[in-house]
């Protein structure tokens, strides 16, 4: 499992619109081959950041089966102008348990 992790900054404002647009958005990427599961997380300190969590079975899954796909092209024109800058978005894995 590969988890993506995005930091979004939401244009002041326009949070619920955000929010609101972001559940659309939602059905687009949970039909993707290699998606699990997704949460977003509004920040208590700053109030339009955001954090994006999506789990991954690959980051080809990520990158290709869904940035190439359709439904991106749906999802980027439902979310992008909100952003404020671009946000980076980094992959994680996780290590070995040792016992």
Not at 14 to 27: G, M, P, R, V
Not at 50 to 65: K, M, T
Not at 79 to 94: A, G, K, N, R, S
Request: charged share 25%; glycine share 4%; hydrophobic share 40%.
């Amino acid at each position: 499992m590969i988890l993506e992790l995005a930091i979004l900054h939401i244009k002041a404002g326009k949070q619920l619109a955000f929010e609101n647009d972001f559940i659309t958005a939602s059905q687009y990427i949970a039909t993707i081959d290699g998606y699990i599961r997704h949460s977003l997380k509004k920040c208590i300190e700053v109030e339009n950041q955001y954090v994006l969590l999506v789990e991954w079975s690959s980051v080809e899954a990520h990158e290709i089966g869904f940035r190439q796909s359709p439904q991106y092209l749906k999802w980027k024109e439902l979310l992008h102008d909100y952003y404020d800058p671009f946000p980076q978005v980094f992959h994680y894995e996780d290590l070995p348990q040792k016992i």
